[in-house]
């Protein structure tokens, strides 16, 4: 390396330095939100969906005056599935005076990667789509969430009206044990399993994420003579369990909860979905104005179904957007209190309403399936 | 933690992890898994915090001693094995550690260990790299150090002075798997957590990327390597899973041009050089 080489990197590090980082400085009268995602990585899918329910939110707002009389801006940066990554990103939107509020991280893991930070934190955090079983004593006093929760009692109360409409006696159970999200609707499952169903357990499976050849689970779960699957891993591995369990025979139903509502599943295993049932609070079929609006400018920008975390994350933009009006100014603290004391606020993915810290206290699922045309409708 | 200290804190602890792989590599091996001392360190820390109580700095030494202990062992199983095939054996080893510690409910499982006490924060790991520097600098200057470049330049010359090559060997890979495990014990109390995916081979071979490319000569030139190549990505954050293609070609650069990375001993003596030129001039006289 020549002397002026040398230099010239050396003399760049200090640059690198100044400008480390990609936030963005705002501008005068922009109120700004940290936005946590991965948009990269293998849980990707979810949170390309979530970033356009983010987008339809931000851009019907600003349409409509911003908010406060200024331009709302999400700040969205990728978690690359990496909780590392969503921790080191929560920090620095905490360090940034001027983030009021942050939305996401998505999903479970990063959910709980975060809770011992979150917990320093003077800010209001909306984990978006993350449906793991928590007391309200687990959250830390900033943390919301912004998800239908998979409860004992919920999926129990499912299993039961789908096993009734679709006539399902025995089911098997599959779990990605890498998973955090997974593990925890599969224990919501066999709990719910104990409060007493007409259903029966018969066949429980894990696999690990990145795992491609299901044979010889799906077989265990044939020889079981299971009616119905309940998959409750993401979408990367029930695209090729679905289809790898039809080829062998499995005429069941595929059953699941909101992991299971995403769109690229349907399209990429085409007729061997149906039928394919999953328990979900959005239903793009609502006549309820703020859905029939959302679906509205959804399908005008993006032309395809809409999924449940993309409604998740307009939810969760536009509660920030009702506590900011609440709280009266882009104050980090007159936010979060606000946030806290959130009523009957009239989501897409139903009404929300907070009690000072942790879940919706109001949760309502819809029963979906996949219909003829491969969009969810009802279950009959 | 402001947003200073949540870009420096990573990198400071990669840069004691590859201090680590640069006192390995001083002896001529190659460690293509040197994460796994990262995952034990960690996994050990993490532990003994959350499962024992015991405060953060004897934590941290769990995790330095359990990663040198499993090195030592390690090292004298495959003492025998040259150059590339000791390579392929660390990556072995690391893979079937990542399946181990996966399958492992005590351990978490593949979903990691959580709740390890919040206790490292910048001043910490600005700490630990400076004792980290201290030791490497006591190293190169010591006996044991000039024992291992021996080793490495001729194992057979070495012995004639009575060095033991076993012995010096696993001393340097227990020295340099010490380091890893306290750069995986500060990383699980930085962020709360440990899980398999922190000992990957992704993270191995970046620790070689930073090594290579800085410099593996000089201990500046693996601080160098890990400082750019860190700092870059949060100027190219939309890379993302290009990170390592763009590294790749980096490497595949360097390598060409620079085969012994970017900072090496005349390079070094060029900085000096362009810093005091007299006090050069003056030495290439005498010299």
């Given at each position: 390396m020549d002397r002026r080489t040398l230099l010239a990197v050396l003399a760049s590090a200090p640059g690198m330095l100044a400008t480390r980082g990609a936030f963005a400085a705002p501008l005068a009268g922009e109120i700004r939100i940290g936005g946590l995602a991965f948009?990269?990585?293998?849980?990707s899918s979810y949170g390309v969906e979530a970033q356009k329910g983010l987008k339809i939110a931000v851009d019907t707002i600003n349409v409509g005056g911003g908010i406060l009389g200024r331009k709302l801006v999400v700040d969205l940066q990728d978690t690359q599935s990496d909780s590392a990554q969503a921790i080191s990103l929560l920090r620095r939107f905490a360090g940034s005076d001027d983030v009021v509020a942050v939305v996401g991280p998505i999903g479970t893991p990063d959910m709980l990667a975060i809770l011992p930070v979150a917990a320093q934190l003077d800010l209001a955090i909306l984990s978006v789509g993350s449906q793991k079983t928590m007391a309200k004593s687990d959250f830390p006093p900033d943390l919301f969430r912004v998800c239908l929760i998979g409860t004992p009692q919920l999926i129990r109360s499912v299993l039961d009206k789908v096993a009734a409409a679709k006539n399902i006696k025995r089911i098997g159970l599959f779990t990605d044990r890498s998973n955090d999200s997974s593990q925890a609707e599969s224990k919501a499952v066999r709990d719910a399993m104990g409060l007493g169903t007409g259903l029966e357990l018969v066949a429980q499976e894990t696999y690990t994420s990145?795992?491609?050849?299901f044979s010889v689970l799906i077989g265990k779960m044939l020889r079981a003579n299971v009616d119905a699957m309940y998959l409750s891993g993401t979408t990367n591995e029930d695209v090729i369990i679905i289809p790898q369990a039809r080829t062998r025979g499995f005429k069941g139903v595929f059953l699941g909860g909101a992991t299971l509502t995403d769109p690229k599943i349907v399209q990429l295993v085409g007729a061997a979905a149906p039928p394919y049932v999953m328990f979900t609070p959005?239903?793009?079929?609502?006549?309820r104005p703020v859905v029939v609006d959302f679906v509205a400018a959804y399908r005008k920008a993006y032309d395809t179904q809409v999924a449940t975390y993309a409604a998740y994350a307009y939810d969760a933009v536009m509660l920030v957007k009702n506590a900011l009006i609440r709280a009266g100014a882009p104050d980090r603290k007159a936010v979060l209190a606000a946030m806290g004391t959130t009523?009957?606020?009239?989501?897409v993915t139903g009404d929300y309403s907070f009690d000072g810290r942790g879940d919706n206290t109001t949760p309502e699922p819809y029963i979906m399936e996949v219909g003829p045309s491969g969009t969810f409708i009802p279950m009959k | 933690m402001d947003i200073l200290a949540s870009v420096l804190v990573p990198v400071l602890i990669d840069a004691i992890a590859v201090l680590g792989l640069y006192v390995i590599s001083a002896s001529g091996r190659l460690s293509a898994g040197h994460a796994v001392f990262f995952g034990i360190g960690g996994y050990a820390s993490g532990l003994v915090s959350t499962r024992?109580?015991?405060p953060p700095v004897v934590s941290l030494i769990a995790g330095i001693v359990l990663a040198a202990v499993v090195a030592v062992v390690f090292s004298l199983i495959s003492d025998r094995l040259s150059h590339w095939f000791f390579a392929v054996a660390t990556l072995a080893f690391l893979t079937m550690m990542i399946s181990l510690v996966s399958g492992l409910d005590a351990l978490g499982g593949a979903t990691g260990l959580y709740?390890?006490?919040?206790?490292?924060g910048l001043k910490a790991t600005v700490v630990a790299l400076v004792l980290a520097i201290g030791v490497v600098i006591v190293f190169d200057r010591s006996r044991i150090g000039r024992a291992v470049r021996a080793i490495r330049d001729s194992e057979l010359a070495a012995q004639s002075l009575a060095i033991n090559p076993t012995a010096v060997r696993a001393f340097a890979f227990a020295l340099g798997a010490g380091f890893a495990g306290l750069a995986g014990g500060l990383w699980s109390h930085s962020i709360g957590l440990i899980k398999p995916a922190d000992m990957s081979i992704e993270r191995s071979l970046l620790y070689l990327i930073f090594l290579y490319i800085g410099g593996a000569d000089l201990w500046v030139g693996a601080l160098f390597g890990t400082f750019l190549l860190s700092l870059l990505p949060e100027l190219l954050r939309f890379s993302g899973a290009y990170r390592l293609v763009m590294f790749g070609g980096l490497l595949t650069v360097v390598m060409i041009l620079h085969p012994a990375g970017l900072i090496t001993r005349l390079e070094l003596d060029r900085l000096k050089a362009l810093i005091r030129p007299a006090a050069a001039a003056r030495a290439r006289e005498v010299g």
């Open positions: 948009l990269t990585g293998r849980f990145g795992d491609k050849d959005f239903d793009a079929r609502s006549d009523k009957d606020f009239q989501g | 024992l109580g015991l709740g390890i006490p919040l206790a490292v």
